[in-house]
């Protein structure tokens, strides 16, 4: 797989070269979509919705979930982050995103000490939920489901008379949308910043347990002896 990481005063966007074109040309799209049918490859056409294009982000694998969530703990909804200033390339990726109804949510991923965010799409469905937190995955039917938006969830609730609690997310996939730096990595060395950050943190960790352990047991002796008197 070869990702399309556009460089420009240390911005990256991760778009996958093969499903570029998709976005853009709309007779590749239609082309894609014939070969689906054609194939019976259902479950490919289900990745994109009837007049819209697949999402042509770089999926986020549980390793590259990782790494980010190493080097970026902090999470927020894109409307919600103010730590510096998005970048007009992602900006516009976002726009595509949502305009093509790839993503319920978009987060902006980020560390207070270096910020170094990551914006991540967010793909799912939003379920209700009554005011017992009950979560509804079916109708009164028994037939399965769902919202495209939290607003659409929060209308049916409305409907029904739950207002208590919000909608239920169930997240399906996330996809790395692009970051911004001081200075542009690949993914290889990211994976290698996070693994080192990660060594660190949890050594300081397991020190702290250790030397902790190492004063109870230098008073364990005299602290059995009051308990036994």
Avoid at 25 to 43: I, R, S, V
Avoid at 122 to 147: C, L, M, Q, V
Wanted: proline share 4%; aromatic share 10%.
């Amino acid at each position: 797989m070869h990702i399309n990481a556009l460089e420009k005063h240390a911005v990256q966007t991760f778009v996958v070269e093969e499903t570029q074109e998709l976005i853009f040309d709309n007779d590749k799209l239609d082309e894609w979509k014939e070969t689906c049918q054609a194939l019976g490859l259902e479950k490919q056409g289900k990745l994109a919705q009837p007049q819209k294009s697949p999402i042509p982000f770089l999926v986020l694998n549980a390793v590259l979930t990782r790494t980010f969530a190493e080097l970026c703990p902090k999470k927020v909804d894109i409307k919600d982050y103010s730590q510096s200033p998005i970048p007009v390339e992602i900006l516009k990726l976002v726009k595509l995103g949502i305009d093509e109804g790839h993503f319920q949510k978009v987060e902006i991923w980020y560390d207070d000490e270096d910020l170094d965010p990551v914006c991540v799409g967010i793909a799912g469905r939003w379920y209700p939920e009554d005011d017992n937190w009950r979560t509804h995955y079916k109708d009164e039917n028994g037939i399965s489901f769902n919202f495209k938006t939290k607003q659409d969830a929060l209308e049916y609730q409305r409907i029904k008379g739950w207002k208590k609690h919000s909608p239920h997310f169930s997240e399906s996939a996330s996809y790395l949308i692009g970051r911004w730096a001081d200075v542009a990595r690949d993914l290889n060395e990211l994976k290698q910043i996070a693994k080192d950050r990660y060594l660190r943190r949890k050594g300081a960790e397991l020190n702290k347990t250790i030397k902790e352990a190492q004063a109870e047991l230098a008073v364990l002796e005299e602290e059995a002896e009051l308990k036994f008197l």
